[in-house]
């Protein structure tokens, strides 16, 4: 299969992921840089809240009644608008009527408006075209797979969600009736209702909505929030769209590392939720036209927030904390002055009480048990503060252009200290909880900060972009502003005044356009985001290019191994259940081969028969207690991958241990790849 045989499957992706999103914001009188920019994140929060709400009462859960789920709630947000806009129309100025939620005036002179959906355009188009590029050559082939463990959870649970028609995060569990429990399923419900819609594969649907995830949902969230924080100008969007790919830490890491597939859709969705909070806190350059718009929205993206992954959740209560502190001085200082009522200033103090209480409940109870927080501190504090500020984490190269522009972006903070600092704040949050978890001794206090991703070093090392960016595009925005001003300089004397010029320069002064200063500043933003490319993305590269190579001795699943799997559909009959180990691979005969299987996880729990199979399976011929939980779940099947696993543990699966080392009655070999085999039982008849 080829990318171009992906057309269907990414027609498909951007469908799902927008388009329902989409049709609720515009219904709700959303427009422009908004509408876009929220789209994905309401439809995650729609697909994963219907997918609970489904499997409560028991319907499907499938793309028709996510698109008419979709088309209703648009239909109750044109209601909603309208009565709306019924008991406000008196109070709200003419532009603003019919339009809430729009993102203020386009800082454009009318004639050149018409260019603004361009702008936007290119500054998305530019990080997607450099993410999808990087994303393609590490994948390889639409169909390939990450050679780590955490995949067979992920690829089984999509496949899991689209034969069950169920996706409840409240039950996804492990995907055995034994082990149903919460898992957060935002993005296997994404997935799985576009392999649903037609993808070939779960591989080839995994593969695409990853790249739409990296490539243009984390661009558009960047470019959100950077227009929370300095405004809707012109250089800014295209500075956050070409800098957000110029990070080796995110969106490349979380698909280089794990594979954590819900990671990377909740961060990706990170920076909008927080430009929503600085919305809903009044501290946004573009204003809102009502308190209740950004609210109202933060509410419809959080869902979808917390159920790609509840750590991102913490992550924006961690990061919005200098911000509902500046909102608090803020008032304090208008209340002190007299521009602020004192019922507001007890409002916001009560507010700023609730945050902090609601934070702390939740930093301390949504977090992993420490049996499943085994990463430990890696280098000293020194070395990881030099990583924060040349946005190199986990020891990759320096981003000489982040390193540059992060200074220069402090030193433009530090001059306007009064209006900013909380921006460096959040930029600090998330340094001290990087360096916490990779230097830190061992302890309560680096578990208390850092428990919540399991004290792991590359879960918060990929949410520094999302703080780094604001003040690297700040930097950048400063550098911009030097160069058109120098060319306007020259231009206008150029014209004007030649004898205050240099000599050498007259003559080329003399013959500049006007909008000189326009294209150098433009393409000083190419320049910088190209420059960015070198360097420190070359080792995330590389373990891209490498964990998706399928081999003869790959991590998970080797060339024979997945030959047998896709050998499997023609041999096995749909109704019967394959006996596999997880650790090595063989239970992905479910996500590839589309047939069940034992331990559709490395980790959960099996009942008393599922376990009894994984330990005596292989004894049919004499153990009279085999056949009968044979015949009962159909498990005729065996698949035999060799004894390395990409997990090693205890021996829960000794049942599988000697097939292919001995002769074992019973037993026939039914399919060989090399040294890797499919057994079917012949002592059950």
């Not at 990929?462 to 595009?473: E, N, Q, R």
């Not at 997945?562 to 559909?569: D, R, Y």
Request: hydrophobic letters at 50%; a positive charge.
């Amino acid at each position: 299969m080829t990318w171009w045989q992906t057309g269907p499957t990414l027609a498909g992706t951007i469908l799902i992921f927008f388009v329902p999103g989409l049709a609720i914001l515009a219904a709700g009188g959303v427009r422009r840089l908004n509408l876009i920019c929220l789209a994905a994140p309401v439809s995650f929060s729609l697909a994963s809240v219907l997918g609970i709400a489904l499997g409560r009462v028991n319907v499907p859960f499938n793309p028709a009644t996510y698109l008419g789920a979709g088309a209703a709630v648009a239909v109750l947000s044109f209601v909603g608008r309208m009565v709306w806009l019924r008991r406000r129309s008196s109070h709200l100025p003419d532009r603003d009527r019919g339009v809430l939620g729009a993102n203020g005036a386009i800082p454009l002179a009318a004639s050149r408006q018409r260019l603004w959906p361009l702008l936007v355009a290119a500054s998305v188009s530019i990080p997607a075209i450099i993410v999808t590029y990087r994303y393609v050559k590490g994948f390889g082939h639409p169909d390939s797979l990450s050679q780590t463990f955490d995949n067979v959870y992920h690829l089984n649970a999509i496949r899991y969600i689209a034969n069950t028609q169920d996706g409840s995060s409240l039950t996804l569990g492990n995907l055995t009736d034994a082990s149903t429990g919460f898992y957060p399923a935002a993005m296997h419900d994404l997935m799985a209702l576009v392999f649903m819609f037609g993808g070939s594969s779960v591989m080839e649907v995994v593969n695409v909505g990853t790249i739409v995830i990296g490539a243009i949902i984390w661009p558009l969230s960047c470019i959100f929030l950077v227009t929370r924080i300095v405004g809707n100008q012109a250089i800014a969007i295209l500075c956050a769209g070409v800098l957000s790919a110029g990070f080796s830490s995110f969106p490349y890491l979380m698909v280089a590392f794990g594979v954590l597939y819900p990671n990377h859709a909740a961060i990706a969705l990170l920076p909008v939720a927080l430009g929503l909070v600085i919305e809903v806190l009044g501290l946004a350059r573009c204003r809102p036209s009502s308190f209740w718009a950004p609210l109202l929205a933060l509410a419809l993206v959080g869902p979808g927030l917390v159920l790609a992954h509840p750590s991102a959740l913490v992550a924006l209560i961690g990061f919005s904390t200098p911000p509902v502190l500046a909102r608090l001085i803020l008032s304090w200082r208008s209340y002190r002055r007299g521009k602020e009522t004192g019922r507001a200033l007890l409002l916001w103090t009560a507010a700023t009480v609730v945050y902090v209480v609601f934070g702390l409940v939740v930093w301390i109870f949504i977090r992993p048990s420490l049996a499943a927080a085994p990463w430990t501190p890696f280098q000293s504090n020194a070395r990881a503060l030099g990583e924060i500020l040349a946005s190199a984490p986990m020891g990759t190269t320096a981003a000489w252009v982040m390193l540059g522009l992060t200074i220069i972006g402090t030193y433009v903070i530090a001059r306007r200290l009064g209006q900013y600092w909380w921006v460096l704040g959040m930029y600090a949050v998330g340094g001290a909880l990087y360096v916490i978890v990779s230097s830190w001794t061992l302890g309560d206090f680096r578990t208390f900060w850092t428990g919540v991703w399991y004290n792991d070093s590359f879960r918060l090392a990929a949410l520094l972009p999302v703080v780094t960016l604001p003040v690297a595009v700040m930097g950048a925005q400063w550098l911009t502003w030097r160069v058109r001003a120098l060319c306007d300089y020259l231009v206008l004397n150029g014209r004007t005044d030649p004898g205050k010029l240099a000599p050498v320069v007259r003559p080329l002064a003399a013959r500049l356009p006007a909008v000189t200063g326009v294209a150098a500043s433009v393409g000083l933003v190419l320049a910088l985001g190209a420059a960015a490319q070198g360097g420190t993305l070359s080792n995330v590269q590389q373990r891209l290019n490498t964990i998706f190579e399928t081999t003869s001795n790959s991590y998970l699943l080797t060339t024979d191994e997945t030959a047998l799997l896709h050998a499997v559909p023609e041999i096995v009959p749909a109704t019967d259940l394959v006996v596999a180990n997880p650790r090595t691979g063989g239970s992905l005969v479910y996500a590839i081969s589309d047939r069940r299987t034992l331990a559709p996880h490395i980790f959960g729990n099996r009942t008393p028969d599922e376990q009894y199979l994984l330990d005596h399976w292989d004894e049919a011929a004499y153990n009279d207690k085999v056949c009968p939980i044979v015949k009962k779940l159909k498990a005729y099947w065996a698949l035999d991958f060799g004894d390395f696993e990409v997990v090693p543990g205890d021996e829960p699966f000794i049942g599988l241990r000697d097939l292919g080392k001995v002769s074992v009655p019973g037993v026939e070999a039914v399919k060989t790849e090399g040294k890797v085999h499919l057994y079917r039982v012949t002592a059950c008849g």
